[in-house]
């Protein structure tokens, strides 16, 4: 969790809209990625395909890719209300136009990626 804490708390001091009462939910998200990043080292590890067939013979999602997508879908929730993408940064700012061309925000938004 340490990794991600860091890497958001630097994103988001960068682009000034740090306040003392986002560090719970700088917490929450950190955690959010950090189970996210361990979903798919053990989807990775365990060489299966991302759609498994059930008990029914029906077909689904792997269920480390489905917590890891449940993960992002979440962390992408926390971004955006404390202003780490471009309509959070807006609604907090009030305009897209004070961000700079080579955001800090990117490092965070590329990090978030996956592959």
């Not at 708390?9 to 003392?20: D, M, N, T, V």
């Not at 029906?58 to 917590?67: I, M, V």
């Not at 209300?81 to 590329?110: H, I, Q």
């Amino acid at each position: 969790m340490a990794k991600w804490k860091l890497k958001v708390l630097k994103a988001i001091k960068e682009s000034g809209l740090y306040r003392p009462s986002f560090d719970a939910t700088i917490d929450i998200l950190s955690s959010l990625l950090e189970r996210r990043d361990v979903a798919l080292k053990k989807f990775a590890e365990s060489g299966d395909d991302p759609v498994v067939e059930l008990v029914n013979k029906s077909l689904a999602t792997h269920p480390y890719l489905k917590q890891a997508e449940e993960c992002e879908r979440l962390a992408l929730a926390y971004l955006k209300e404390m202003g780490l993408t471009a309509s959070g940064y807006k609604k907090l700012k009030g305009s897209t136009k004070e961000v700079p061309k080579e955001c800090k925000l990117d490092d965070l938004r590329n990090a978030f990626k996956v592959g």
